[in-house]
């Protein structure tokens, strides 16, 4: 979120930022756009003009629980999967619980995500639920019981690619750089300048952090489960 000026007045307008790992395992910055919300007519935008520019197929998306972003997906690309980030699930389950109990429900949240399946995650949270129950967090175990599908989606994919795929830590890295240098500036005088800068500190982090050399994602580990499930 940044504010820009808008017909004489300031306003706060969100930078809606989409990055990916191609065919190779690289990391390639992929689009980004300005809106006025995160709502889903905003991420539709950005998604429409990912396609038009030939991203065909996307096998995966992880992000938090943007209604905007979760409703736009299946209408551009609705054979990916989606995965709901596990730091900003667990954020949301923890909102429900108080502070002299946030330690003990946060062991047991990392305690799902621990299981060697999703099918074990899932009998995991359905323990977990029933204990913060028993704890007297039932506002925070509905909220487990509602989200806990979403959140396993990556064990569909190789294991050593878990790690990178059940967080948008990756994202948020970026994010967090934007973040540090839009706040010296404080209210653009218009979104395109906003969009310049950053779009320059994404190229930035892009050219000194991510490495042509090394790989993020070694997508023959992919390629590889999927032939075992063709054949």
């Given at each position: 979120?940044?504010?820009?000026?808008?017909?004489?007045?300031?306003?706060?307008?969100?930078?809606l930022?989409?990055?990916?790992?191609?065919?190779?395992?690289?990391?390639?910055?992929?689009?980004v756009?300005?809106?006025?919300?995160?709502?889903?007519?905003?991420?539709?935008?950005l998604?429409?003009?990912?396609?038009?520019?030939g991203?065909?197929?996307?096998?995966?998306?992880?992000?938090?629980k943007?209604?905007?972003?979760?409703?736009?997906?299946?209408?551009?690309?609705?054979?990916?999967?989606?995965?709901?980030?596990?730091?900003?699930?667990?954020?949301?389950?923890?909102?429900?619980?108080?502070?002299?109990?946030?330690?003990?429900?946060?062991?047991?949240?990392?305690?799902?995500?621990?299981?060697?399946?999703?099918?074990?995650?899932?009998?995991?949270?359905?323990?977990?639920?029933?204990?913060?129950?028993?704890?007297?967090?039932?506002?925070?175990?509905?909220?487990?019981?509602?989200?806990?599908?979403?959140?396993?989606?990556?064990?569909?994919?190789?294991?050593?690619?878990?790690?990178?795929?059940?967080?948008?830590?990756?994202?948020?890295?970026?994010?967090?750089e934007?973040?540090?240098?839009?706040?010296?500036?404080?209210?653009?005088?218009?979104?395109?300048?906003?969009?310049?800068?950053?779009?320059?500190?994404?190229?930035?982090?892009?050219?000194?952090?991510?490495?042509?050399?090394?790989?993020?994602?070694?997508?023959?580990?992919?390629?590889?489960?999927?032939?075992?499930?063709?054949?």
């Amino acid at each position: 979120w940044l504010k820009r000026s808008w017909g004489g007045e300031m306003e706060n307008v969100s930078v809606l930022v989409a990055i990916g790992v191609n065919e190779h395992g690289f990391r390639e910055v992929l689009g980004v756009v300005e809106g006025m919300s995160e709502s889903k007519d905003s991420w539709l935008e950005l998604l429409k003009n990912l396609y038009s520019r030939g991203l065909e197929k996307i096998d995966l998306t992880v992000s938090d629980k943007s209604k905007g972003l979760v409703e736009a997906l299946p209408e551009i690309y609705p054979a990916s999967k989606w995965q709901r980030c596990l730091f900003h699930f667990h954020r949301n389950v923890l909102a429900k619980v108080s502070h002299s109990k946030k330690a003990t429900a946060a062991a047991m949240l990392k305690a799902i995500h621990a299981q060697e399946s999703a099918e074990a995650a899932t009998r995991k949270a359905i323990e977990v639920a029933d204990a913060l129950e028993s704890m007297k967090l039932a506002a925070a175990a509905a909220v487990l019981r509602e989200g806990v599908s979403e959140s396993v989606t990556y064990y569909r994919f190789p294991r050593k690619h878990h790690r990178s795929i059940r967080t948008n830590n990756m994202l948020e890295r970026i994010m967090k750089e934007i973040r540090r240098r839009t706040r010296v500036v404080g209210c653009f005088p218009d979104g395109k300048s906003a969009l310049m800068l950053a779009c320059a500190r994404l190229r930035y982090v892009a050219s000194k952090s991510w490495s042509d050399s090394r790989v993020y994602l070694d997508m023959k580990l992919l390629a590889e489960e999927n032939e075992e499930k063709s054949a």
